[in-house]
């Protein structure tokens, strides 16, 4: 009996990523290859059946780490041209002046009304720096969770674990696991 191949998917376009989100996505999609390199080379039985499925999972977290990167970029380089430092010193400098003015004068409002601005552009310009390196790391963890998938769909493809359905159960966990994780970066 001649068993057809299933077309590989093209994944991402990693070329589009730049910088420190290009790596991860990288390696995502490494370990995704990688599962599927170890998906077929199991026999053909149930235990390849049902990690065959699970490659299904991973090729949609590779995607959404890719397009969670893509948007993370594209805030980094509208990030860019707005320079964090450059407001923070501006608030500085407008915080002294109001502070030089007399309390009540209507200088010293409009003064007061230029800093709540900036120290509202700043805290914007803050979070969403903050939100930048947080979506990093997640994404580091979401890379993780896919290479520890790999290594346990190895362990069960070799037989090396004789705990077969605890090491399958367990690789059902990490991709929860990465579920989750992606549903927390698509926020």
Known sequence: MLRRRRARAAGPPIEELT???????????AARDRYREVVARTPGGPLRARLEELSAQLDL???????????????????????????????????????????????????DAEVALLAEQFSSLNRL????????????????RLETALARAAELALGTNPQADAALDAVLADLGALRAALEELGR
């Open 129 to 144: 720096h903050n939100g930048l390196d947080a979506t990093a790391d997640e994404l580091r963890r979401v890379e993780l």
């Open 61 to 111: 977290g590779v995607e959404q780490a890719w397009r969670t990167a893509a948007r993370a970029q594209e805030t980094e380089r509208t990030l860019a041209g707005i320079a964090l430092d450059s407001v923070g010193a501006r608030l500085k400098d407008a915080r002294r002046r109001a502070a030089r003015l007399p309390p009540g004068s209507a200088e010293r409002a409009s003064a």
């Open 19 to 29: 910088g420190r989100w290009r790596e991860p996505v990288a390696r995502a999609v």
